[in-house]
């Protein structure tokens, strides 16, 4: 029985990840920042207050379609690199 060797993760596979990772992880650490300000005694009616509170509504469906582009390029790499082990 062969071992199949798994390729390595391209440049765009790894920069989509790293996206992935940091505009979901900011939106996580933002809506906990939003649901901690009041029991805290903070207010969030500053500029930056705003900013908190709008950023995982942009950050997490932003997380999704970073997502879903990192599945179609790892999907392509894995039809191309079967592609050319089969010919």
């Avoid at 649901?35 to 997490?60: D, H, R």
């Amino acid at each position: 029985m062969a071992i199949e060797e798994t390729p390595e993760a391209s440049r765009p596979e790894r920069v989509l990840a790293t996206m992935v990772a940091v505009a979901v992880g900011l939106s996580v650490l933002c809506f906990f920042g939003v649901m901690l300000a009041g029991p805290l005694g903070y207010s969030l009616n500053s500029q930056f207050g705003y900013f908190i509170t709008a950023f995982p509504l942009v950050g997490l469906p932003l997380g999704f379609l970073l997502l879903l582009s990192l599945l179609i390029v790892n999907g392509l790499r894995r039809k191309r690199s079967s592609n050319t082990v089969a010919r």
